[in-house]
Every structure is written in structure tokens, then in C-alpha cells.
């Protein structure tokens, strides 16, 4: 099938496609605008008591994902010719963001490997090469619920699944600030209005007030992202200082 192929491998094939079966993604999910695998670790497991984890070495709290399962897994759904980038989730991972989401959303897929217990035995990060993917700074019981956090991102970019309604283009962290109030009918609710110029009809001054909101906003909440826009885009010179001040401009 073409489209954006996503394998999961995981304890807990059951909780796919779960809420990626639904809504937007799983209309085009049905649709086929991308496909889902899952892969059951136990699947991958040897012996009489197909083990798939084991106590930690130096001990400590905990079960500890055995590399050599992990990696009969992952070589028996991605071979080494699989173009796809192989995640990990993980609490240590790089966090995800928008534009890794759309980085992905641009590729041919993901093979993504969810842990469990304390985790997955390193060697198999290195030795297969996976990239470890932070949904944020939390601790899940594991993986699953991160894989579909960032399937469900991804999906959504792809060619055709948001279909007119919106490109996106203008959501928060797509321009790098936080997305402007949105409003709908009725005019009046308990008491409050929608802000007039929303109802103006004027379309200059509505995208002037709607970037000056997202702006504000991202100002209060994620002043590290309003001074990263900033940098980005510095104000305009005053054009009569700049004329004052140097004559041969
Ligand atoms: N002992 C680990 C946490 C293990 S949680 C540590 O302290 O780093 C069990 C599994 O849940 C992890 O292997 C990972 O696959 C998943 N997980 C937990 N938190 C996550 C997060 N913030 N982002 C992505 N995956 C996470």
C-alpha cells in the first residue's frame, strides 16, 4: 500500500488502533492514507516461558526489555533495507515537536518500539539504531500511549487527511507562536460578545488583531517562544528615524 506506514511493536498490540481508529485518523486510516502494523513482542520471545524481560543488571527496581527479543522484532518488521527511522519512546528521547512531526509526516513511515516496565536494554538502541522520542517531561507506564500521540500529529499533515478545512499553516508552533482565540455562533453567550472586529468583515484588521493576540498570548504563556519569534523577527526599523539619522539611505 502506498501512504505513511507506521509499525508499532509492542506487549500491547489490543490498544491499536484504539483512538487512532476514530475521527480524522481513522477515516483516513480507512481510507488508506496510511497503514498501522502492530508487532507483538511476545511474538519474538524463546522459551519454555517466552520471556521478554529480565531483572536489571546491578540490580535495582523493576523489569528490563531484553535487547535480544527487541531485536528479533524489529529485524523480523523493519529489515536493515527499511527506510523508515526507527523510534523509541522514552522519557530521555529528544522531544517531540511540530517540526519533527513534520518531518515525519514527510518520510515514508515509522517503526516505532514501545517500552515498558524501567525500559528497554540500551544495547538495542545502539545496535539498531533507535531514536529515542520524548512526548514530554512525564513518566508514562509506557510507550503506546506516546506512539499514538505522535501518530496522531503525523497523520494529520499528511496529504489530504485535514482535507480544506485548514492547512495547519496557521496552528500554534507551525509559525512559532501560539494559535489566536477562535469564536463561533452564538453572537451572544451568557452575556459575552465576540470580539467586534472578528464581525467586521474587515479582513486587514482581523489578521492584524489575530497576530497580535497570538503574539500576546504567546508573550504570557511561552516566553521563550515569543523571544525565539522575536529574534526571528525583529521590528521593522522606524522608517523617519532611520531617514534622520543616516541622510544617504
Ligand atoms: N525508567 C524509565 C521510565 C520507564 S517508563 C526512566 O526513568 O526513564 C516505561 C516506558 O514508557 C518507557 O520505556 C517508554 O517507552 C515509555 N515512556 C514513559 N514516559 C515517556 C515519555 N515521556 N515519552 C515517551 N515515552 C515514554
Redesign the pocket.
Same mark, same amino acid.
Given at each position: 500500500m502506498s501512504g505513511f506506514s507506521a509499525t508499532v511493536i509492542t506487549l500491547y498490540p489490543e490498544m491499536f488502533p484504539g483512538p487512532l481508529g476514530v475521527s480524522l485518523s481513522g477515516k483516513a486510516l480507512s481510507e488508506g492514507a496510511w497503514s498501522l502494523q502492530t508487532a507483538f513482542l511476545r511474538d519474538h520471545a524463546e522459551g519454555r516461558h517466552r520471556s521478554v524481560d529480565d531483572t536489571p543488571a546491578g540490580g535495582g527496581p %523493576?523489569m528490563v526489555l531484553r535487547a535480544d527479543v527487541l531485536g528479533r522484532a524489529i529485524d523480523a518488521v523493519a529489515p536493515p533495507q527499511d527506510p523508515r527511522p526507527r523510534l523509541?519512546?522514552?522519557?530521555?528521547?529528544a522531544p517531540l515537536t511540530q517540526a519533527r512531526v513534520r518531518e515525519l509526516a514527510a518520510g515514508p513511515g515509522v517503526v516505532i518500539v514501545?517500552?515498558?516496565?524501567?525500559?528497554?536494554d540500551e544495547r538495542v538502541i545502539e545496535a539498531r539504531g533507535l531514536i529515542e522520542?520524548?512526548?514530554?517531561?512525564?513518566?508514562?507506564?509506557?510507550?503506546e500511549l %506516546?506512539a499514538m500521540v505522535l501518530i496522531d500529529a503525523v497523520v494529520r499533515l499528511l496529504p489530504g487527511v485535514m482535507g480544506a478545512a485548514a492547512s495547519g499553516d496557521e496552528e500554534s508552533f507551525e509559525t512559532g507562536l501560539l494559535e489566536y482565540p477562535h469564536y463561533t455562533r452564538p453572537q451572544v453567550w451568557e452575556e459575552r460578545g465576540i470580539p467586534e472586529v472578528l464581525v467586521s468583515g474587515d479582513h486587514k484588521r482581523i489578521a492584524d488583531w489575530r497576530r497580535a493576540e497570538a503574539l500576546a498570548l504567546t508573550r504570557e504563556r511561552r516566553p521563550e517562544l515569543w523571544e525565539a519569534w522575536m529574534r526571528e523577527h525583529p521590528p521593522a526599523p522606524d522608517r523617519k528615524r532611520r531617514r534622520r539619522t543616516r541622510p544617504d539611505d
Open positions: %523493576g523509541l519512546m522514552s522519557p530521555r528521547g514501545c517500552g515498558r516496565f524501567e525500559g528497554v522520542t520524548s512526548i514530554g517531561d512525564y513518566v508514562l507506564s509506557g510507550g %506516546g
